[in-house]
């Protein structure tokens, strides 16, 4: 087999009826460059906005690369899917020669999506060339939900005065017990009055009383398909433009056919008791999610309470990307920049060229990111094949913000989690996001009372704020830089009074830090790190110090460079041995991830 990995970019856009919520999901979509993909699969059928269909399919006709399109015919490209053309005449085949039937209605899907097109096509055509009889009014047109089935039989009966055709057929298993419910508040039953049929052979299909007759087909096949057609079109195979996946009509009762075919009841209602109970318990740690990101301060503190609040978001790894813009209002806190309160500068159209990560969980571990990055690779990418990310955006209705990614998430597009926790974290986020807003805005109006708009001169209560929180922000940082942190390589380390160094396991004595005697110990380059020369601490005889330097010091944390954790010193310090323990004298700034150090078994120490 191949080593490959799948990069998937998903949006959410056909969920909502707000436009620039849909704007914003269907931005994912410009976020990798196809180029740098050595194949492509595609499903827009569901993407209700043409020109958004229209961009991603002239990207990947660029490329110049293998492209599928998913159940939908497109130009140029191969096509993976059932024959929905064959598969809906042989059903209504089925009921025109078996049965008799002669009079139609059609509930349908969206008017605009392809296989819904072809479904009404074929059924048409079918009629047209057997001399049945029918009207553009038999056709009712909207979605593929429970909900069209009960609006279009409703609109039907009342469009033709309760005189009932013989067959119903309709566009999906939801829509065909749509059909029978509203039917049934009619007085009107399924088959004795009239028959009907449905498509998919989803659960509602089978356990539906009466049983749906349907055409069933295997999801899962279509993606089986797509990898074997990349595989052979890389070995220089030839492939045909359709790839048609099995597709079959199951006659049961809704047509008044009988099924030998037995249906499990007993392990189909265990099944809904475990779906219902474990939907049960995401609701409430969705409940304690929603609570606890209302405390945050910081979107890095949010992203923390996710795999915290949300054990069921089991994957590999999941990564929070930002735009930096997002911190706008807490760096220009003293610009007081109007422009940026009415036209904030967040994408409505593609990414920003440069992001930041904010977060990272990676094999169950919370890891420090601080690295900006451009681009997906090589950030994203991986030698080992048999992984898959997952891309799903994060945007403020139209505007877009960042990007959130799941490596190995099978598991949680299975359980559809996904949705519901990206959609309580994003909210959360712009709540935060706004409230940053308003207190800048604060701020400005404050700036106003206290400086001429004219000259920009403060008066004098404007100096004397001023004068106040410049001499606070002072005492804060001299307070700061007196206080010298202290990493351990092997137990703990803690502060005392006075700038002097303890362990804090028993008997051990304190040295005061400014006594410590630096040397140059002799060293060797090294082999993991080029530019650093390794040096073994324990050639220093007693408690001295090695490398006094006032350059920056860095404290890393893993030896993989793609998950590794970096603290920085720029004040520097040293590195060296102290009752017979390899220590660091630094001083680090508050925003460090202590706790990465406290959990940590070894480090690595670059000055």
């Given at each position: 087999?191949?080593?490959?990995?799948?990069?998937?970019?998903?949006?959410?856009?056909?969920?909502?009826?707000?436009?620039?919520?849909?704007?914003?999901?269907?931005?994912?979509?410009?976020?990798?460059?196809?180029?740098?993909?050595?194949?492509?699969?595609?499903?827009?059928?569901?993407?209700?906005?043409?020109?958004?269909?229209?961009?991603?399919?002239?990207?990947?006709?660029?490329?110049?690369?293998?492209?599928?399109?998913?159940?939908?015919?497109?130009?140029?490209?191969?096509?993976?899917?059932?024959?929905?053309?064959?598969?809906?005449?042989?059903?209504?085949?089925?009921?025109?020669?078996?049965?008799?039937?002669?009079?139609?209605?059609?509930?349908?899907?969206?008017?605009?999506?392809?296989?819904?097109?072809?479904?009404?096509?074929?059924?048409?055509?079918?009629?047209?060339?057997?001399?049945?009889?029918?009207?553009?009014?038999?056709?009712?047109?909207?979605?593929?939900?429970?909900?069209?089935?009960?609006?279009?039989?409703?609109?039907?009966?009342?469009?033709?005065?309760?005189?009932?055709?013989?067959?119903?057929?309709?566009?999906?298993?939801?829509i065909a017990v749509g059909v029978c419910e509203a039917a049934a508040n009619h007085g009107l039953r399924v088959?004795?009055?009239?028959?009907?049929?449905?498509?998919?052979?989803?659960?509602?299909?089978?356990y539906y009383v009466p049983k749906i007759t349907t055409i069933g087909h295997i999801r899962e096949e279509v993606?089986?398909?797509?990898?074997?057609?990349?595989?052979?079109?890389?070995?220089?195979?030839?492939?045909?433009?359709?790839?048609?996946?099995?597709?079959?009509?199951?006659?049961?009762?809704?047509?008044?056919?009988?099924?030998?075919?037995?249906?499990?009841?007993?392990?189909?209602?265990?099944?809904?008791?475990?779906?219902?109970?474990?939907?049960?318990?995401?609701?409430?740690?969705?409940?304690?999610?929603?609570?606890?990101?209302?405390?945050?301060?910081?979107?890095?503190?949010?992203?923390?309470?996710?795999?915290?609040?949300?054990?069921?978001?089991?994957?590999?790894?999941?990564?929070?990307?930002?735009?930096?813009?997002?911190?706008?209002?807490?760096?220009?806190?003293?610009?007081?920049?109007?422009?940026?309160?009415?036209?904030?500068?967040?994408?409505?159209?593609?990414?920003?060229?440069?992001?930041?990560?904010?977060?990272?969980?990676?094999?169950?571990?919370?890891?420090?990111?601080?690295?900006?990055?451009?681009?997906?690779?090589?950030?994203?990418?991986?030698?080992?094949?048999?992984?898959?990310?997952?891309?799903?955006?994060?945007?403020?209705?139209?505007?877009?913000?960042?990007?959130?990614?799941?490596?190995?998430?099978?598991?949680?597009?299975?359980?559809?989690?996904?949705?519901?926790?990206?959609?309580?974290?994003?909210?959360?986020?712009?709540?935060?996001?706004?409230?940053?807003?308003?207190?800048?805005?604060?701020?400005?109006?404050?700036?106003?009372?206290?400086?001429?708009?004219?000259?920009?001169?403060?008066?004098?209560?404007?100096?004397?704020?001023?004068?106040?929180?410049?001499?606070?922000?002072?005492?804060?940082?001299?307070?700061?830089?007196?206080?010298?942190?202290?990493?351990?390589?092997?137990?703990?380390?803690?502060?005392?009074?006075?700038?002097?160094?303890?362990?804090?396991?028993?008997?051990?004595?304190?040295?005061?830090?400014?006594?410590?005697?630096?040397?140059?110990?002799?060293?060797?380059?090294?082999?993991?790190?080029?530019?650093?020369?390794?040096?073994?601490?324990?050639?220093?005889?007693?408690?001295?110090?090695?490398?006094?330097?006032?350059?920056?010091?860095?404290?890393?944390?893993?030896?993989?460079?793609?998950?590794?954790?970096?603290?920085?010193?720029?004040?520097?310090?040293?590195?060296?041995?102290?009752?017979?323990?390899?220590?660091?004298?630094?001083?680090?700034?508050?925003?460090?991830?202590?706790?990465?150090?406290?959990?940590?078994?070894?480090?690595?120490?670059?000055?």
């Amino acid at each position: 087999g191949e080593d490959v990995n799948l990069y998937i970019f998903n949006s959410s856009g056909d969920w909502s009826l707000d436009d620039d919520y849909n704007i914003g999901e269907y931005n994912i979509y410009s976020l990798p460059n196809l180029s740098d993909f050595d194949g492509i699969i595609l499903d827009t059928n569901n993407i209700r906005y043409p020109d958004v269909s229209k961009r991603i399919i002239e990207a990947a006709k660029k490329t110049g690369k293998p492209v599928i399109s998913i159940a939908k015919e497109i130009e140029d490209f191969y096509y993976v899917g059932i024959d929905n053309y064959a598969s809906i005449q042989k059903m209504i085949a089925h009921l025109h020669e078996k049965h008799g039937c002669g009079r139609f209605w059609f509930i349908m899907g969206p008017p605009n999506n392809y296989e819904n097109q072809v479904r009404a096509a074929a059924l048409k055509d079918y009629m047209h060339s057997h001399g049945i009889a029918y009207q553009e009014q038999d056709f009712y047109y909207e979605s593929y939900a429970y909900q069209c089935g009960v609006h279009g039989f409703e609109y039907l009966y009342k469009l033709s005065d309760g005189y009932m055709p013989e067959a119903i057929i309709c566009a999906s298993d939801n829509i065909a017990v749509g059909v029978c419910e509203a039917a049934a508040n009619h007085g009107l039953r399924v088959p004795q009055d009239f028959y009907v049929t449905g498509f998919d052979n989803f659960d509602k299909a089978a356990y539906y009383v009466p049983k749906i007759t349907t055409i069933g087909h295997i999801r899962e096949e279509v993606g089986y398909r797509c990898a074997d057609i990349l595989l052979r079109i890389w070995n220089g195979e030839h492939v045909d433009k359709f790839n048609y996946t099995s597709a079959e009509c199951i006659f049961w009762d809704s047509c008044g056919c009988k099924s030998d075919t037995e249906v499990d009841h007993a392990t189909h209602a265990k099944d809904q008791i475990i779906y219902d109970i474990e939907t049960t318990e995401f609701e409430e740690q969705v409940l304690t999610l929603e609570y606890e990101l209302m405390n945050c301060k910081t979107v890095k503190e949010m992203s923390r309470w996710i795999p915290e609040c949300i054990p069921a978001m089991k994957c590999d790894a999941m990564y929070l990307v930002l735009d930096d813009h997002i911190n706008d209002f807490k760096k220009k806190k003293e610009l007081y920049d109007f422009h940026i309160i009415q036209d904030e500068e967040f994408h409505i159209h593609g990414y920003p060229e440069k992001m930041n990560v904010e977060f990272a969980y990676v094999d169950g571990k919370i890891m420090a990111y601080n690295n900006q990055i451009s681009g997906l690779f090589p950030m994203f990418d991986y030698d080992k094949g048999g992984t898959d990310m997952l891309f799903m955006p994060i945007h403020f209705r139209s505007r877009t913000v960042g990007f959130f990614v799941i490596r190995n998430a099978v598991y949680l597009m299975e359980k559809q989690y996904l949705f519901r926790v990206l959609n309580v974290l994003i909210s959360a986020m712009e709540n935060l996001h706004e409230k940053e807003k308003l207190e800048y805005m604060n701020h400005a109006l404050t700036e106003l009372s206290v400086r001429d708009t004219m000259t920009g001169l403060y008066n004098r209560l404007g100096y004397q704020q001023i004068a106040c929180r410049y001499f606070e922000e002072k005492k804060k940082k001299e307070e700061e830089a007196q206080k010298p942190s202290i990493v351990a390589a092997a137990g703990p380390l803690v502060i005392g009074q006075g700038g002097k160094v303890t362990t804090a396991e028993a008997d051990q004595t304190t040295t005061p830090a400014a006594t410590l005697t630096p040397a140059t110990p002799v060293g060797k380059a090294s082999a993991d790190m080029p530019g650093y020369t390794e040096i073994d601490l324990k050639q220093i005889p007693g408690d001295v110090y090695a490398l006094m330097g006032n350059g920056k010091l860095v404290i890393s944390i893993g030896k993989d460079e793609f998950n590794m954790t970096n603290m920085t010193a720029n004040a520097g310090g040293a590195l060296g041995y102290q009752n017979g323990k390899a220590v660091a004298y630094c001083t680090l700034s508050a925003d460090q991830p202590y706790e990465a150090i406290e959990k940590a078994d070894t480090y690595t120490l670059k000055l």
